[in-house]
Structures are given as structure tokens and as C-alpha cells.
């Protein structure tokens, strides 16, 4: 169930077994120090989400470089980070059940930990737990800022979930979560300026109305990796999100400027690594990693610089490559790097990263909250 | 990594922890008689594929009913049945890279092992992995009967790979492969007709042309939950390789007969178990199962029993519910079956079946090849 690494340190590239999870280790720290350097002329705080990474390991670099601490979707997740010794955590989402609950506010002893809610039911839930466990737990309000999926209206019914909170005994009110999802792959400028614009006012009326009330909001969280440098500039947010900028994804490359160039600066630092073991004839390839190795939920993955290879359909273990000419057509059993459509559920699907620098392996990292889900 | 079991044994139903993976062992075990008893009078064998369930468990039980062995598509996958017992694995797929090789040719000597090519040169790294380990492999020549993917012309291309085999030291010439994926999911009768005709014709001639050179094909394999009907009175497969049919999918549901009803007898038997985390207003609720947690590489999973809910979006650890009716709508808390879109994919996001029956937990069953991919 738990697979053995596919690379032993010291090997080359090439010898790695495959299908492969391979971090690009010296584009990756650019990314960290990137994202640390955009966001340090801001004032506002980095909280990454470790959706993407579910490693200790990927936390703690980002918090060696100024991360406050890291969301997460999960208790599972939480657990996973708490215990490889991140202080302070974020569940950036709703959390049901008692069972759940319990182990959240069990780890309220070894961390900072926070969580959201859009409804009162989990206001008296939460209570209950917490009650239960002796422990006071920080509680936010995640507010639908746009992408019509969890939260409550901003405004009035946000003011009026705080204040339960407020008032429970066990509970403290720890701001906003205020996250615009669907604008984060949206692909030119305007439409997320727009959209983000939106869930910036939104946030605004809300903290204005609950200061009003007497209820400041230490943290008002959001933003991803494709819409950050707007909010970060707002003037409200305090807490950006982001989790895939660490690798990049063939998706969010696919993000525009206003001149139509890709937007983003960040590098690809993650890679499926898959062997070519079918080469039928000249013009189709198939490699070792179908949906199974590269889930497709945002698209085919593209073949690292190689333009003239398209990966056009992915079965159950089977990637298809068409190829445009002879002279490109990968030889059997040629080793090619995929940059995947969506890095969060590709990682999801290793028990390893492969640490890769000057073609030689360097390190291998569990993926420690891989499967994580409960 | 390997995640805590989400049930004990005896608790009911809705105690389970989500998400997690449920098997209906009601369903289940009809689904495995009702396949043995479809096959019998065909005098045709069932392979099954493993791909879809990745357990010795499963395979065992499929063995019991009749089943001559297992089909898989990794050597990691044939190295778990293997090890759990099941004496007879054949690796539908091709197998590229000594140190896979080497770990195949060392099953065979606890288990009835074969492979399949569709190139000279695997033929030859394989008769070297073999004469290295000192054992004797059987190799299957894949054909393209129509999937455009892997395999080699039907015909004097098969028969020239198949030579290179039977003249091979440590080889032996097993049989055709030919798997026709691509009309597993046509949905009409007529569609799903033509294609199996055309792969049945294909593997018509390729044999006849094998037995004019002296070579028997004591396997011709093929065919999947779709189609098997039509492969297995063809009167040339001799084995058949279905996968899905044991748990059912929602896409394979989609499936008609010639009056444009589901034409599928297989029962769903395989549910992802999820939790209303959030319901912001009514018409619409959020369960705790996204893409992670049930992919949607063949659509959207169905909710379960409940015509009124449809499950409309998935991202990461979110699934969008609309709802058509104040009365329909679920209550927070609340746990619902997802019948998967593929189940095959599914299945390899769990450390964990949890079969239940009479709404009681019964067995917890390790998905022992969850992440076998190399």
C-alpha cells in the first residue's frame, strides 16, 4: 500500500524508475524565494496552502522564508503537519462530525489551529467539541466571495455567525475566510481583476460591519496562486493562500498578461517522470503514465520541452503521444518529463518526491499526508 | 502515508468516517456469480483485471467462481498478487527497463507469470532479463484491433513478433493480447458491435496465420465489462478480461441495449461515502469528497438513490451538489453514496474498502496495490 521509492540518492535522472513524482529542486527554491520576494514589499503575510505539497518538509522551507503557517483542507492534513512540527494551521474549509472535530481541537495542544465555518450548526459543534476537550479553538467565517461553492453572504449574515462565535464560550473569532476560486484560472487579466474586485469589496463591507460590532479580524485569508498580486495589494487581505506556485502546473501557466503572454513568473518545479513502452510507429508514442499517474481534472499534461510531442489522451496506465515528425518521434524505452495539468492531485498520487539537482538525485521526501482525506 | 482505516467492523453505515470506500458485499457477490454464470455456457475463461479492484482479496474471491487468473497492467501490481497468493498473473501491458524485468522474471518462480510486446526489442530485453534470472517467460504478442494505441498490425507483423519469440532461449510464446479499449464505452449495442466485429476478425486472421507458421495460441485475451458478450461467443478469445464488472460505474451504467435501455445486469456495488460539510442556502450543499477523493475522468460521480441531487462540479476536496427541491434537501452532517464515474481510479485513492452489508460494517479489506505504478 505504501510504495517503495522509485530512485536511490546519487543516481541520475535517467535511472530513476518511473512513473516518477521528480521536484526540480534548484526551480523550486526559486519559486519559494520568489513568492517571498513578491510578497515582502506588500506587508501581507503568506499562510501556504499544503493541499498542494502535503509535506512538512515543503512547509517548513516556506516558513523558513516568512510563511506565517499553512492552510490546509483536512484533519487529516492537519494532523500530518502538526506532528511533523508546523505551529500554526489553518483548515481553510468547513469540518463536520464529531470524530473529526475532536481531533481538531486535540491538536490545538501541539499548535495554532484554526478553522471555518458558513453555518450556526457548526458554530454549536465546534462549542461542543472544544468543551469536550478543554481546549479553545479559533474559529473563521468563510464568507462566498464569488465562486458560489461554501460561505455565507457577505455582510449582515457574516456579522451575525461572528457574533456566535464571539459569544461561545470555548470559541475565539479569528476573522475571514474570504477565498475566490474561480478566479484563479480565469485566463486574461481583466476577468480576474474583475472577479477578484468583487470578492475585495465584499471582504471590505464585511470587516467594516464587523468592526462596527466591536469584532476585529486578525486574520482575512484568500487568494491563490493565480490572483495574489491583487489581493495582496488591497489593502484588506492579510493572509495570501497560495499552495501551487511552489511547483506550477501546465494550468496555471496557461494564466495571461495584458499583452497575452503567460503571467506568471514562477517556474515549473514538478514533474511526472514516465518512460516511453510503446513506439507502435512512427507519429505515436505511449508512456507509462495514464490519468492513474497524471490526473487530468484540468487537462492533458504537456511534455517538457518538447513541443513538437503532444500527450492527447491518458487512459488508466496508458499516456498517448502523438508526434509530429520522425526525427522527434522518442525512442522505447527514452525517459520524458510531464509537466502536470494540476500538480495538487498529481502529488496526491505518490508516496515519494524525487529531489532532482544537475541530473543527479539529491532527496527523497515522503509525500506525508498523501491520501489524507478524512 | 498509509492512512488509519475510516470504520471497526459492527459499526453502521453512517458512523463510517469520510470519505471512504464502500463496498455493497450484497451487490458485490452477485456481481461475481452472475459474471461466472454469464461465461459458463461459453466455455470461455475470465481473467480478471486487477487494475479495476487491486487486491488478493477480490482476486481470490474472483478464482473461487472460476476465474483462471488475474490480469494487471504493472509488474507492481503483479508482485502484490503474486505475494497474496494469486498463482496466475498476466501483465497485459508492455514492460519496459531491466530492473522491472528482472522483478518479473522473478515472480515466476512462485507464480505462473506472462507479459505482453509489441516491438522486437522488448522481445530482446526480455530474453535477457530472463536469461539473467535464469527462468523461462511467457510473452504474448499485443495486436491493435482498433484502439490505435499499443500493439502491432494483426497479421504477418504479429506473426514475425511471434516467431522472435518462439525462437527465443528463455521465451515462450504464450498467445495474442487484443484488447479492444476504445468500444468499452460506446453506448450503443450497434457501435459496440461493429468495433468487437472488426477486432474479432483481426484476431480471426492473426491466428490462423500463427497456426500456418506452427504456432498455437493458447491464449487470446481480450475484451472488457462492455463488450465480453460479444468477445466471448466470438468462438476465437479464449479468456477474458474484464475488470469493472465486479464493482460497476457510473459511466459502464451508461451503456444501452438495442432499445436503448441500460444494458448492463452488473449491480453498483462500489460507492465513494461523503458528508455534507457545508449547505449555504437551499438547491445548494457541498460534500467532503472532491476530485481527490472521486475522479472525474469519466464524469461526475452519481449520487446515490437521489434523482432530485446532482453532483455538478468537484474541485480538490469540495463536490458541488445542486438540488432541485426544498424537500430533496440534505442536511447538513449528512452522509451520501457517490456511485463513482470509474471505478478503476477510484479504488487507487484508498488505502481502504470497507465492505458493508445490512447496513452494518462487516470486513475492512486493504486496497494492497493502492499506488502500484511501476
Known amino acids: 500500500m505504501l510504495q517503495t521509492p522509485p530512485a536511490i540518492p546519487g543516481m541520475r535522472e535517467e535511472e530513476i524508475d518511473t512513473p516518477a ?6 526551480a523550486f527554491e526559486y519559486n519559494l524565494d520568489h513568492m517571498a520576494a513578491l510578497l515582502a514589499p506588500t506587508g501581507v503575510k ?7 505539497h502535503k509535506s512538512p518538509v515543503v512547509a517548513k522551507l516556506q516558513m523558513a522564508r516568512g510563511a506565517v503557517g ?27 462530525g464529531a470524530a473529526k472535530l475532536a481531533r481538531l481541537c486535540a491538536l490545538t495542544s501541539i499548535a495554532k489551529t484554526a478553522v471555518c465555518v458558513d453555518d450556526a450548526l457548526q458554530v454549536e459543534w465546534i462549542e461542543q467539541a472544544a468543551a469536550n476537550s478543554g481546549r479553545r479553538m479559533t474559529v473563521l467565517v468563510e464568507i462566498d466571495v464569488g465562486a458560489a461553492r461554501c460561505g455565507v453572504p457577505p455582510g449582515p449574515a457574516a ?3 461572528a457574533k456566535r462565535i464571539a459569544v461561545s464560550k470555548h470559541l475565539i473569532f479569528g476573522g475571514l475566510q474570504a477565498y475566490q476560486g474561480s478566479a484563479q484560472h480565469k485566463r486574461t487579466v481583466a476577468e480576474r ?3 477578484i474586485g468583487s470578492a475585495v469589496d465584499a471582504a471590505r463591507r464585511t470587516v467594516e460591519q464587523l468592526r462596527q460590532q466591536g469584532l476585529d479580524c486578525p486574520i482575512v485569508g484568500g487568494a491563490g496562486t493565480g490572483t495574489f498580486q491583487i489581493e495582496s495589494t488591497s489593502g484588506i487581505y492579510t493572509e495570501m493562500q497560495c499552495g501551487s506556485y511552489v511547483f506550477m502546473d501546465a494550468d496555471y501557466a496557461r494564466n495571461l498578461d495584458a499583452e497575452g503572454n503567460p503571467i506568471s513568473t514562477f517556474r515549473h518545479a ?3 517522470l514516465a518512460t516511453v513502452m510503446s513506439a507502435p510507429h512512427t507519429g505515436l508514442a505511449v508512456l507509462d503514465a495514464g490519468h492513474k ?36 518521434m522518442p525512442k522505447l524505452g527514452e525517459k520524458l518529463r510531464l509537466v502536470p495539468g494540476h500538480c495538487d492531485p498529481t502529488v496526491d498520487r505518490y508516496d515519494w518526491y524525487v529531489g532532482v539537482r544537475g541530473g543527479r538525485v539529491e532527496s527523497l ?10
Open 21 to 26: 513524482l521528480v521536484i526540480d529542486l534548484d
Open 46 to 52: 503568506l499562510r501556504a496552502h499544503a493541499k498542494t
Open 70 to 96: 499553512q492552510c490546509v483542507q483536512k484533519v487529516a492534513e492537519a494532523e500530518v503537519l502538526a506532528w511533523g512540527g508546523i505551529p500554526d494551521i489553518l483548515v481553510s474549509n468547513q469540518v463536520v
Open 159 to 161: 456579522v451575525e455567525l
Open 193 to 195: 481583476q474583475t472577479l
Open 270 to 272: 514538478l514533474f511526472v
Open 293 to 328: 499517474a497524471v490526473p487530468i481534472d484540468s487537462g492533458m499534461p504537456v511534455v517538457w520541452q518538447k513541443p513538437d510531442i503532444r500527450y492527447v489522451s491518458a487512459s488508466d496506465e496508458h499516456g498517448k503521444l502523438i508526434v509530429g515528425s520522425e526525427t522527434t
Open 365 to 374: 521526501w515522503p509525500v506525508a499526508a498523501r491520501g489524507a482525506m478524512a
